[in-house]
């Protein structure tokens, strides 16, 4: 008899398997941490919240939403909201108040879970049962249970969370990814990467992102040791490599970026760097440099995967794990590729539109955006996912990634919808025409760029305009710097000609993504 594919699966196996084996090492000196937990304990704090959710009247198919950096009790709400027929909606806690008010209205979310942290920036953002996580009240929703939860008809093809993403549209769009989505991007993961019950790994990934890659059901499922990091310092994230031995992680080039910079500081000071030839680093969410790679390998002695996916997409598309046959090269020449987006992960197929457009077909694409049928027939028409990313298939199959159809600029692993940007921008009195893109940036990748052409009789400054649009955006979003030209290049039917504006910026450059 068939059984069906649900994320709840994950932890019940592993507090089955590795009960009294420690499941998560929160961060020490936060509020409400959680120090260490067994997975039996994991298990039983998921369960409680699933009969804290019953007792509520919290039906299935209800949407929780979730504000909060890295912790234990979000990698257990994956499962106690997930795993007993709920919705998760991780929110991006980075967003404003405004931003935030709108993913949960947008969602319908019937209960909010916010910590402490942003409980006085999200005053006033509500929803019919509002938890904040001081460690007294999730104390309570968290409660170790003996008892089971309400049964569910389990089904894979449901929805276990909404992820809201930026995209080409103003507002962000909630990407409904199913069980059966999650749960198979997780064992392809898993299958790739190597994830054993032997593995250390280190929560350096934003767990609103995507669900984390899947890894939260990934490692759980293997009965990994977890160990979480609420914010990203390159050092600290030395420290706990070297403290708990990790051996997997995962992050943007913007958070490898930050690791390389911690790792020169100690060589300077001649200190140790910690897990050569032990750890595994998956990088995604945009390609990281060929230097980049070369460092990791030559400075750290950390092995480097690269993934390329997308929210969308569960995210798991394409995977570059170098074959023993390139050791033989030269670094520079293995980093260059290793450096290509990869080959197609077990189970998807890839391929490219005339224009160029990568398309993608596999058990992990998504569901559909939330509430939103044109957009999702817009991208899944003709049967594939449009990426709104440019590439080709070069040799070996090796996908290459090389510029972005689609209106987004990718910073520091966020992604940002010009539109989005633009649209603020217009709101100010002295700007007639605005286009946003995105340039290189050593540090973040790329970052945001305005160029405003100014109302006539009008004035404003690069300053006015940033500090402008930080007032009323999440500050990743904001535009660094702003040039003013006279006029912008449009077509003779008026459409905007970005590529004309990026252009400069990227000369010289093999691909225009960063
Ligand atoms: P998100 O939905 O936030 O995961 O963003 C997905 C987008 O990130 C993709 O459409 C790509 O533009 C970009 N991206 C992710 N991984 C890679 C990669 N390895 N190389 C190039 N671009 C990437």
């Excluded at 067994?38 to 299935?60: K, N, P």
């Excluded at 968290?142 to 093809?157: C, G, H, L, M, V």
């Excluded at 103003?170 to 059966?180: E, F, I």
């Amino acid at each position: 008899m068939r059984v069906p594919l649900t994320v709840g699966d994950h932890l019940r196996r592993a507090a089955e398997v590795y009960a009294g084996k420690p499941a998560i090492v929160d961060e020490p000196g936060t509020p409400g941490s959680w120090g260490t937990v067994t997975y039996r304990q994991l298990d039983a704090r998921a369960r409680g919240m699933a009969i804290a959710l019953d007792a509520l009247g919290v039906g299935q198919g209800e949407r929780v939403a979730m504000v909060s950096p890295n912790a234990s009790r979000f990698q257990a709400a994956f499962f106690g909201v997930s795993g007993y027929g709920r919705i998760l909606v991780p929110v991006n806690y980075r967003l404003n108040a405004e931003e935030i008010r709108y993913v949960v209205e947008h969602s319908r979310a019937s209960v909010l879970l916010v910590d402490p942290e942003s409980d006085e920036a999200l005053a006033g953002v509500t929803a019919k049962h509002r938890i904040v996580l001081d460690g007294v009240a999730d104390a309570e929703l968290f409660a170790e249970a003996t008892a089971q939860p309400r049964e569910w008809a389990a089904d894979e093809d449901a929805t276990c969370s909404i992820n809201y993403t930026s995209g080409t549209t103003a507002r962000p769009k909630g990407v409904q990814l199913t069980h059966r989505n999650c749960w198979i991007n997780a064992a392809t993961f898993g299958w790739h990467v190597g994830v054993g019950d032997s593995d250390v790994f280190l929560h350096t990934l934003p767990m609103f992102h995507c669900n984390g890659w899947g890894m939260p059901y990934a490692v759980t499922a293997m009965g990994c040791k977890q160990v979480v990091v609420r914010k990203i310092v390159g050092e600290e994230i030395l420290r706990r490599v070297d403290e708990h031995g990790v051996t997997l992680l995962c992050g943007a080039p913007a958070v490898v970026a930050a690791i390389l910079d911690a790792a020169t500081a100690r060589a300077q000071r001649g200190e140790e760097i910690p897990g050569g030839g032990r750890v595994r680093i998956v990088v995604a969410g945009a390609p990281p440099p060929s230097k980049t790679i070369e460092r990791v390998e030559g400075e750290l002695g950390w092995e480097l995967i690269q993934i390329y996916g997308l929210t969308e997409t569960s995210p798991l598309l394409t995977i570059n794990r170098a074959p023993a046959e390139w050791d033989a090269l030269a670094a520079p020449e293995r980093a260059r590729r290793q450096s290509q987006a990869g080959v197609v992960a077990l189970g998807v197929q890839i391929a490219t539109a005339g224009d160029g457009e990568v398309l993608a077909r596999s058990n992990h694409v998504f569901a559909g955006y939330w509430q939103q049928p044109e957009e999702t027939a817009r991208v899944l028409e003709g049967g594939w996912f449009h990426t709104g990313d440019e590439g080709h298939v070069g040799d070996g199959g090796y996908l290459v990634i090389s510029d972005r159809k689609k209106d987004v600029i990718i910073t520091g692993g966020e992604n940002v919808s010009s539109v989005e940007v633009e649209d603020c921008l217009y709101q100010h009195p002295a700007v007639a025409e605005v286009a946003v893109i995105g340039v290189p940036d050593d540090k973040w990748g790329e970052t945001v760029k305005a160029l405003v052409v100014l109302r006539s009789g009008q004035d404003t400054s690069q300053a006015e305009l940033i500090a402008f649009c930080r007032e009323r955006m999440a500050h990743y979003k904001c535009p660094t710097s702003v040039e003013f030209p006279d006029a912008l290049p449009r077509t003779a039917t008026g459409k905007l000609q970005k590529f004309r504006l990026r252009a400069p910026y990227w000369e010289g450059r093999d691909r225009r993504v960063n």
